[in-house]
């Protein structure tokens, strides 16, 4: 059965960096758009960013954009977020989630497996 781990989470200071990554076991990640998301305390899942399987393409929503960076290694089954110039407001439960189909969404309920999740904390 396929499965996903998060991991590369951690504290960091305001205006650091992390890089977290999903590995994918039992299936091919290759096959799927792979999206990211966090859950903040209290709050809702959000979608942060998501990437195709066929071309590439890729999603980020606006408030970490030019700050997030999304890419996948099909070779060693990985996708990854490298996350920079983090800020307070980034801190959550980081999970990457799988979805077969063509079409990019940061919709948790069009994602079909998910990891377990990373914690990322943000503080001075």
């Known amino acids: 059965q396929g499965q996903l781990v998060e991991s590369g989470g951690g504290s960091v200071q305001p205006g650091g960096s992390l890089r977290l990554s999903c590995a994918a076991s039992?299936?091919?990640?290759?096959?799927?758009?792979i999206g990211w998301f966090r859950q903040a305390p209290g709050k809702e899942r959000e979608g942060v960013s998501c990437i195709s399987g066929s071309d590439g393409s890729t999603y980020y929503v606006d408030s970490v954009k030019g700050r997030f960076t999304i890419s996948r290694d099909n070779a060693k089954n990985e996708v990854y977020l490298q996350m920079n110039n983090l800020n307070p407001e980034d801190t959550a439960v980081y999970y990457c989630a799988a979805r077969g189909g063509l079409i990019l969404t940061v919709r948790p309920d069009a994602y079909d497996y998910w990891g377990q999740g990373t914690q990322v904390t943000v503080s001075s």
């Open positions: 039992g299936f091919a990640l290759g096959y799927y758009a």
